[in-house]
């Protein structure tokens, strides 16, 4: 194993027994193209085994410790708190992007590629640490690594969609609808990013980027959100 690679567990806490099974969580199929004789396999099955038990131990816990919420509210909670951008926050947080076994064209991956590369081997580790250390040390990496965000996401609103949130609020505070605008499109049409705009009271409040219009639209009503709380506070 890499010094990267045991430093991670140090940082974590978890002491694996079988350190194939990290190993293996840490393993992205594009490493294997260049290392066919690597002795594991990529991490996908451990990923898709870790969503699972992140969904259930995320659930269980949001369904106890919040007792009046509706089964919408939660549902939105569990969603806001499993996305690709938080748990690739989570993995930043404990270096887990300096352990994973990449390929040199992975590594020069876009940020976002980058950051849901990392997010699903974050998955991948906790189905590791799952199969290896049972399902209380899973809930208790869970418990501390993702549960602690839920304070975040509650306090600022992250589970609303944001731009049916920022339609509430212009649509309470101006009588007005935002209105969304793409600014530029750029890049091969397989590949293509989309620049948007948000517009209210004839002013650009804010933009953003993605894949995809929708995407763009998503990221521009955060920031236009960001910009909102930022005057007000």
Do not use: C
């Not at 567990?9 to 194939?20: A, D, L, Q, R, T």
């Not at 208790?140 to 944001?162: G, Q, S």
């Amino acid at each position: 194993m890499s010094s990267a690679t045991e430093n991670l567990e140090n940082k974590i806490g978890v002491n694996f027994s079988n350190k194939n099974l990290l190993k293996e969580a840490l393993t992205h199929r594009s490493y294997l193209n260049e290392n066919p004789d690597w002795g594991v396999p990529h991490n996908e099955r451990l990923e898709f085994l870790g969503d699972a038990v992140l969904e259930l131990i995320v659930t269980r816990n949001l369904y106890d410790d919040y007792p009046k919420l509706s089964e919408g509210d939660l549902t939105n909670i569990r969603a806001a708190l499993v996305n690709y951008q938080i748990l690739s926050k989570i993995a930043k947080n404990i270096d887990l992007e300096d352990s994973l076994f990449l390929s040199k064209g992975g590594a020069k991956e876009t940020e976002r590629a980058k950051d849901v590369i990392v997010a699903n081997a974050f998955e991948a580790l906790i189905g590791a640490i799952y199969l290896d250390k049972g399902y209380d040390e899973a809930e208790a990496f869970i418990k501390k690594y993702v549960l602690t965000m839920v304070k975040e996401i509650m306090d600022k609103k992250l589970y609303k969609d944001p731009k049916s949130f920022l339609q509430e609020i212009i649509q309470e505070k101006l009588k007005a609808t935002p209105m969304y605008e793409v600014i530029k499109e750029e890049g091969p049409d397989h590949n293509k990013i989309f620049e948007v705009g948000v517009y209210f009271d004839g002013k650009l409040s804010g933009g953003g980027k993605g894949f995809s219009k929708q995407e763009a639209e998503v990221e521009a009503a955060k920031n236009a959100l960001d910009k909102l709380k930022t005057n007000n506070s």
